[in-house]
C-alpha cells in the first residue's frame, strides 16, 4: 500500500486546525487562534508543520467557513465542515445517533439514524462560541472562570435564547439585581442548549448515542451538563471523542484523499499567492476626516463644551451626590454649589454595582474630611431601586429626567438629546421645555456600545486606543446597520478580505450611528433633530462613533466632556435644592454588607423569579417580581385592567360537563384570545364538553419548544406548540384551530385579513407535531362573514367529528355563538367605558395597552398591564375604545382587522387629554413593521407621546420600566 | 378607501412620462415594457445594481420592513436622486399581489419614503390584477393582458432554456446571447405586430431549435431547484446573485416560472367562492379562464417536446395537487401554497435539492417554507432542502456557506444514486 499523506485545515470563526494523516492514521495535529489573520496564521502553522514533521508530497483539502475564501483563490479543493464532520463520524463512530457541534459563530446538529441530515443554524441565532465569550466579558471572567463557576450554580433563570442580544438583554439587569454570578453562568448555558433545541433540533427525535463536537462543548463542562441534563442523556448515551477539537479538519483530511498531491513548497506559495487572488467583497466609506485641518477644527470645536472642576482636596461647603447606576456601567459625580464638579467616577460595574458604589462613598468620605457636607443625594439607571435602598439616597430619578437636566446645564436650547450607552440608546425631543417625545432602542439594537468596547478588546486594544485608529481611517468598512450579531458576522467577512484595524474601528461606529439614526429616531434629515442636538452616553467619548454622527447627520452637534456622566451629573444638578441628606453616613456605611439570594414568589401563576438583597441595617429589597405582590402590597389590584378583564372573562369560559358528544380542546392561543367565546358557545350548543389550554406561562412555552421549524416566527406563535402539547396531555383527542384567512369585518378597513401566521399556524402544527397524529386534529378553513357562510364552512369539519350533526343543530348553534360574541363585544366596552369612567373621576391617567387580542396573555406581555397599574394607570385594550374612534384613514394599505383597531385606538387617544397609548408589539411581526410608523404619526400630529414595547421572551421588565417611567415623568412635567 | 399620498397617473402623463420598472426578471419585463408600450407606454426597467441601493432603503423605510420593499425603495429613491432623470416626469410601477400578506403594503411603503425623500409629487402605478386602485391614465385592457400572457410564457420559455443549455455550453456566453437576442425580436414583435397565436408557436418552435442548437458537452451536474419569496427568488440583487453561484459550484439550477405565480392566483379565485360558499356561480366563470391559461402552457411544453430534449414544467393543474396532503389551497397569502406544492414537484421530477430562499422574517414563509420541511421530507425523504434569509445584514459567507453545505449533500446522493 502507498503511503498517502492527506491534509485537513479547518479554518473556523476563530481558530485554525491542521490535521495531517497517514492513510487512516492522524499523524500530526496543531490549533490556533487565528485573530482574523487567516492566510498568516496558515503559513505559520505550515511551516511549524514542516519543522516538526517534514513533508514532502501531500494532498489537501481546506474546510471551515473562514476557509472558503482562501481555498478558492489558491485552488485548493474545499469541503464543508458539516459535511466534513459526517464523514469523520461514520468512519470513526459509526453507531452515532446525532452529532452537536457548537462553534465560534455557528451551531450544527446532524442526525445519523432514519436518514442522514444535516442542519445548521439560521443567520439569527448566529453566535454561541462568540456568544458564550461575550457573556464571560459581560460577567467580568474568563470564559474558563464562568466555566468553573457555573458549576457552583443552584438555580436557573429564563433567559431568552433567540439570540445573543437578546439574552444579553436579559442578563444585564439580573447583574444590577445582585443575582449570583454561577446562577446566570449557568443560566446563559441553558440558553445556549435552548437555543439549539428550537434552532436545530426541531422536533426531531434523537435516537442512539450523541456525540459533542467544538471548542465551547470541549472546554465548558457546564454546558456539557446542561445538555446532557436537558437531553434526559445517561452517561453511555452521551461520547466526547478525543478529537473533538480536530473532527472538521480529520473530515477534511479524509476528503483530500482525493485530491491531487502536491508538493509542500507549492502548497505554501500557493497560499501565498491566494492573497493576491481573493475577491475583495465588502463595500467602504469614505474616510472620517479628508485632512488634518478638518480634524484639529474638531477637536477645537469639541473642546468648547466643558465642566469646571474643583479640588475636592481644597474646596469645603455644600456639595451633592449624583449615581447612574446603568446597565454596564456605574458613574458617579460629586458637585459643589456652583455646579463644578468634585469628584467623578466612571466605571465598568464589574456585575457588583452595591460594592463598587460603597467602595466610592468610602473613598468620597475620605476625600471630603470635615470640610464638605454632602446635601444630597440622587440615584438613576438600570440599579435605581437598588442602590436607592442600599444606602438610602434621598431621591430616585428617572433617566430622561436626569439627561434633560444636565443637557440644559450645557445647552439651554437643547432641542434634541441623544444618549448612546453601553446597552441602551435613548433619544428625546424636547419642545417648550418639556421632553415631547422618548424614543428608546429595541433590543435587537441593544448593545451596541458595548459591542464596540468587547470587540476592540477581542482584538487586542484598550477601546480608546481602537477608537483613535478609527479617526485615521483610509477607506472604513460598511458593516450595515443590523443587530450586533449580525455586525459581528460583516467584521469576520471584512477581516477575511484584509481590511484594516482602523477601517473596522470607522465601520463600527458607523454602524452604530446609522443604527440610532435609521433605526431608534428614524430621522432622514437633520431638521427633523432640530437645531440644537446635544450627544452623550459613554459611546461618545469615542470620536470616530462622534465624528461619524456628525458626519451621517451631515450637521454639527454638542458633546460634553462629561458626556458620559450626564446621567449622574444631572442626578447631582437636580438634587441640588436639597439641603440634608439620608444617604448613610461613614459610620454606618464600615458596618455594611450585603447578601442576595434567590427565591420563586408564590403569589400567582407566574411565579416570579426574586433576588432577595438584604443589607446589614436590617433593610430588604426584593427584584425580578412583575407585580407588586411580591412585595406584600396588593394596591395595583383596585385600578381597573382590562387585561386581567379579559382574561378573567376567558378563564370563566369552563365545559360544560357531560357533554353528549365527548371533549373537544382548544388551543388558548393566537386567533382563540378573540373567538373563544363564539367557539365555546358554538360547541357547549351542540352537545361538546370545550376545554381550552390555561393562560400561558414559560414552562408553555419550554413545553412546545422542541417543535418549532421556524424559530425566527413571532413568541405569541410559537408558544402555540405548548398550548396543543398541554391539551394532548390532559387527554383530549379532537382538537379545533380553525384556519382563518379572514377574520370577522369590523368595516374599519380595504379588507379584514388575519396575518399570515394567525391565519394558518395550524398547518404548521399539523405538519410539525407528530403527536397531532395520534388525535384528531381539526382546522376547517371557516368564513366569519355571516352565519350562513360559517354555516356552510363549519359543517364538513363537524361531520367529521361525529355524523349525526345536522345542518339545522348546526345553525342553531351558529346563531347562539354569535350572539354570545356580540354579548362578549358589549361587555367588554362596557367594562372599558367604567374603567375610563373611573379614571376621570378619581383622576387617574388611562393607559390603552395597544397590541393585539393574545398580548393579554400573561406569559407574551410578561406583566406589562400591571406594571402599568402599578404606576397608577389605568390600563385599557385597543378593541376596548376602537368603536369609540371613527375609521382612520391611514397612509397604508388597513386590510387586517386587528390592526385597524390599533388606527382607531390611537385616534382615541388624540381625542382625549388624560389617554395615552403604548404599542405592544411582537418581536419578528412582520405587520407592525407597517403600523407602528402609522400609529406614531396618528399620535405625534396631535402632541401625544409614542411608547413602543417590544416583547419576546424577554421576562425581564427593567427595560419597560425605564420606559413607562419616563412616559410618566414626561406626562407630569407637561402637566 | 383611498391612500393619502395617492397620486393619479393621469392620461396627461402617459404621453410624457417614462415610467420606472424595478428590476426583478430582466426577460420578463423587458418583454412586459414591449406590450407597454403598444399602448403608449414609455418605459424603462432599472438595471441599477449597487451597494447604496439597500443603504438608501434602509433610510427611507422601516428596518424590520421585507428586504425586497427596502430594495425597491432604494432603488427608485436612488434613480430619482441620480440626476439622470426629470422627477416631475417620471412616475413609478410596482407589481402588487394583494392579499394578507405585508407584501401588499409595499405600494403604500414606497409613497411614503418618496414623501419623506421629497419626492411626493410622483405618481406610483399600482399594477395589480386585483384592480386596488384607479389610474386614468393606466388601464389594464383585455389585450393588454393578453398580450402579457404571451410575453410571460416566451420569457418563461427563454429563461428555462437559458437554465438547461447555460451550465453546459462549449462557447461560454452563447447561451445568454442567445437569450438575449431572443429577448430584443420578441420584444420588437410585441411592441409593433398584431398578435397571432400562430406566429407564437412558430417562434416557440424557433426558440427551442436555436437552443437545441447550441454546442454543450454533457457534464455531470447536480440540479438544484430555487423557490421562495417571488421577489428574492429571481432577483439577484436581493438574493445576492444566488444563480451564478450555483452554477459556479457546478450545479444546473432549476427555477419554476413566472406564468405559475400567476396561474396561483386564477387558481385561488376560482377556489374562493367554493372554499367560503360565497358567489359560488363565479366559480364554473373562473374555471373557464383558468382551463384557458392552464392550455396556453401546455402549448409550449408540446413545442419544447416536440423540438428537443429539454425539460418541461409539469402541468401546473397536476403541480397543483402535489401538496394537497400537506397544506390546504386556502393558504394563499404569499406564496402560499404553491411555494410547498413546488418543492414537492421539484423533488417528483428529480431535482430533490432545493434552496428556499425568503427575506428575513417573512411571514407566510414560517409556514409554507420552512413550516413545510419536515412533511416534504417525510414524504420525499431524499429531498435536500436549504433555507436561506436575506436582507441588509445578512452575511454572504454565512450563505454561501450553507449553499456549500446543502451542494456537498446533493453530490454525495448522486454519486450514491450512481452506484
Known sequence: MSKKLTLGIDIGSTTTKLVLMENDKVVYEKYQRHLSQVRQTTLEMLLALQKEHPVDRLAVAVSGSAGMGMAEAAGLSFVQEVYATAEVVNRLAPDTGAVIELGGEDAKVIFFRGGIDERMNGSCAGGTGAFIDQMAVLLNMTVDEMDAESL???????????????????????????????????????????????????????????????????????????????????????IFPEYALYAVAMGAAMYATDAK??????????????????????????????????????????????????????????????????????????????????????????????????????????????????????????????????????????????????????????????DIGGQDMKCFRIRNGAIDSILLNEACSSGCGSFIETFARAMGYEIAEFAKLGLKAKAPVNLGSRCTVFMNSSVKQSQKDGASVEDISAGLSASIVKNALYKVIRATSPEELGKHVVVQGGTFYNDAVLRSFEKELGTTVIR????????????????????????????????????????????????????????????????????????????????????????????????????????????????????????????????????????????????????????????????????????????????????????????????????????????????????????????????????????????????????????????????????????YKKELRQAGADALAFAKEHGKRVMILAGRPYHVDPEICHGIDKLATSLGFVVVTEDTVAHLAPVQYVKVLDQWTFHARLYRAAAFACENENVELVQLVSFGCGVDAITTDEIRSILEAKHKHYTQIKIDEITNLGAVKIRLRSLLGALEERG | ?????????????????????????????????????????????????????????????????????????????????????????????????????????????????????????????????????????????????????????????????????????????????????????????????????KKIKKNYAEIVKSFAAIPIKKEDRVKVGVVGEIFVKYSPLA???????????????????????????????????????????????????????CNKKEDLSRAIRAHSNFDTATPFDHVAHMAEDLIHHAVKMGEGWLLTAEMVELAESGCGNIVCTQPFGCLPNHICGKGMMKPIK??????????????????????????????????????EQKN
Not at chain 1, 207 to 232: A, D, N, Q, S
Not at chain 1, 574 to 587: A, C, F, G
Not at chain 1, 725 to 746: A, C, Q, R, S
Request: glycine share 6%; with cysteine.
Open chain 1, 152 to 238: 457552583k450554580a443552584t438555580r436557573i433563570y429564563p433567559i431568552a435564547s433567540r439570540c445573543g442580544v437578546f439574552a444579553k438583554t436579559d442578563i444585564q439587569p439580573l447583574l444590577n439585581q445582585g443575582a449570583s454570578k454561577a446562577d446566570i453562568a449557568m443560566s446563559i448555558y441553558q440558553a445556549v442548549v435552548n437555543q439549539t433545541i428550537t434552532g436545530l433540533i426541531q422536533g426531531r427525535k434523537i435516537v442512539g448515542k450523541v456525540m459533542f463536537l467544538g471548542g465551547p462543548l470541549y472546554y465548558c463542562e457546564g454546558l456539557r451538563r446542561r445538555f446532557y441534563k436537558t437531553l434526559e442523556l445517561t452517561e453511555d448515551r452521551a
Open chain 1, 261 to 418: 498531491e502536491l508538493a509542500f513548497d507549492e502548497l505554501v506559495s500557493r497560499i501565498e499567492e491566494s492573497a493576491r487572488n481573493e475577491k475583495k467583497r465588502s463595500d467602504r466609506l469614505p474616510p472620517l476626516f479628508e485632512s488634518e485641518e478638518e480634524y484639529a477644527e474638531f477637536c477645537a470645536r469639541h473642546e468648547k463644551a466643558t465642566v469646571a472642576q474643583t479640588d475636592i482636596t481644597t474646596y469645603s461647603g455644600k456639595a451633592w451626590l449624583g449615581i447612574d447606576c446603568g446597565s454596564t456601567t456605574t458613574k458617579l459625580a460629586l458637585i459643589a454649589e456652583d455646579k463644578s464638579l468634585l469628584y467623578t467616577y466612571y466605571n465598568s460595574n464589574k456585575g457588583n454595582p452595591v460594592k463598587l458604589v460603597k467602595e466610592q462613598l468610602e473613598i468620597i468620605y475620605d476625600l471630603c474630611g470635615d470640610r464638605i457636607t454632602i446635601c444630597g443625594s440622587s440615584v438613576t439607571g438600570y440599579g435605581e431601586d437598588l442602590i436607592k435602598h442600599a444606602f438610602h439616597i434621598d431621591e430616585g430619578l428617572v433617566e430622561t429626567i436626569a439627561h434633560y437636566t444636565a443637557a440644559k446645564h450645557f445647552q439651554p436650547d437643547v432641542d434634541f438629546i441623544i
Open chain 1, 560 to 823: 460634553p466632556s462629561v458626556a458620559g456622566l450626564m446621567g449622574a451629573y444631572g442626578a447631582a444638578l437636580h438634587v441640588m435644592k436639597s439641603e440634608q441628606s439620608t444617604i448613610l453616613t461613614p459610620e454606618a456605611l464600615k458596618t455594611f454588607k450585603h447578601d442576595s439570594t434567590s427565591a420563586i414568589c408564590k403569589g400567582c401563576a407566574n411565579h416570579c423569579h426574586l433576588t432577595i438583597n438584604k443589607f446589614s441595617d436590617g433593610g430588604r429589597f426584593i427584584s425580578g417580581n412583575q407585580c407588586q405582590k411580591a412585595l406584600g402590597i396588593d394596591k395595583a389590584e383596585e385600578i381597573p385592567n382590562m387585561f386581567k378583564w379579559k382574561r378573567d372573562f376567558f378563564e370563566s369560559l369552563k365545559p360544560q360537563e357531560g357533554g353528549k358528544r365527548g371533549k373537544i380542546g382548544l388551543p388558548m392561543a393566537l386567533s382563540m384570545y378573540e373567538f373563544a367565546p363564539l367557539w365555546h358557545k358554538l360547541f357547549t350548543t351542540l352537545g361538546f364538553e370545550v376545554h381550552f389550554s390555561a393562560l400561558s406561562n414559560r414552562a408553555t412555552y419550554e413545553k412546545g419548544q422542541f417543535t418549532i421549524p421556524s424559530d425566527t416566527a413571532c413568541y405569541p406563535a410559537k408558544i402555540m406548540h405548548g398550548h396543543m402539547e398541554e391539551l394532548m396531555e390532559k387527554g383530549l383527542d379532537v382538537l379545533f384551530y380553525p384556519g382563518l384567512t379572514y377574520n370577522i369585518d369590523e368595516g374599519a378597513g380595504n379588507n379584514h385579513y388575519n396575518c399570515p401566521v394567525v391565519a394558518y399556524y395550524a398547518e404548521l402544527l399539523n405538519g410539525n407535531m407528530e403527536e397531532l397524529q395520534k388525535v384528531r386534529f381539526l382546522f376547517p378553513y371557516l368564513s366569519l362573514d355571516s352565519e350562513k357562510q360559517l354555516v356552510a364552512t363549519l359543517l364538513p369539519a363537524l361531520q367529521q367529528i361525529d355524523k349525526s350533526i345536522s345542518k339545522s343543530e348546526t345553525k342553531k348553534a351558529v346563531r347562539a355563538a354569535f350572539a354570545y360574541y356580540e354579548q
Open chain 2, 1 to 197: 378607501m383611498q391612500d393619502r399620498y395617492f397620486i393619479p397617473f393621469t392620461e396627461e402623463m402617459k404621453k410624457e412620462y417614462t415610467i420606472l420598472i424595478p428590476n426583478m426578471l430582466p426577460i420578463h419585463f423587458k418583454l412586459i415594457m414591449s406590450i407597454l408600450s403598444t399602448d403608449g407606454f414609455k418605459t424603462e426597467l432599472l438595471e441599477t445594481s449597487n451597494a447604496q441601493i439597500p443603504e438608501i432603503g434602509l433610510k427611507y423605510t422601516h428596518n424590520d420592513t421585507c428586504y425586497p420593499a427596502v430594495l425597491v425603495i432604494g432603488q427608485f429613491l436612488e434613480a430619482l436622486q441620480s440626476g439622470r432623470y426629470d422627477p416631475h416626469k417620471v412616475a413609478l410601477i410596482m407589481f402588487q399581489t394583494g392579499g394578507g400578506c405585508r407584501a401588499s403594503n409595499y405600494i403604500s411603503l414606497i409613497r411614503k419614503a418618496l414623501a419623506k425623500a421629497g419626492f411626493d409629487y410622483v405618481p406610483v402605478i399600482s399594477f395589480s390584477l386585483h384592480g386596488i386602485e384607479k389610474h386614468p391614465g393606466f388601464k389594464l385592457s383585455v389585450k393588454l393582458l393578453h398580450g402579457m400572457m404571451y410575453a410571460i410564457l416566451y420569457a418563461d420559455l427563454l429563461m428555462s432554456l437559458n437554465n438547461q443549455v447555460r451550465p453546459y455550453e462549449i462557447n461560454k456566453g452563447e447561451s445568454e446571447k442567445l437569450c438575449a437576442q431572443w429577448t430584443k425580436k420578441l420584444g420588437h414583435e410585441l411592441g409593433t405586430q398584431r398578435i397571432s397565436y
Open chain 2, 239 to 293: 438574493n445576492n446573485d444566488l444563480e451564478r453561484f450555483l452554477i459556479s459550484e457546478g450545479a444546473e439550477v432549476v427555477v419554476p416560472g413566472l406564468y405559475d405565480f400567476c396561474l396561483f392566483f386564477v387558481y385561488n379565485y376560482m377556489m374562493e367562492p367554493k372554499l367560503y360558499r360565497k358567489k359560488v356561480y363565479l366559480y364554473p366563470l373562473w374555471k373557464i379562464l383558468y382551463k384557458f391559461l
Open chain 2, 378 to 415: 417525510e414524504l420525499k425523504p431524499d429531498v435536500n432542502i436549504v433555507a436561506i434569509d436575506y436582507d441588509a445584514g445578512a452575511s454572504r459567507v454565512n450563505q454561501e456557506n450553507r449553499l456549500k453545505l446543502m451542494l456537498a449533500n446533493a453530490k454525495k446522493l448522486k454519486a
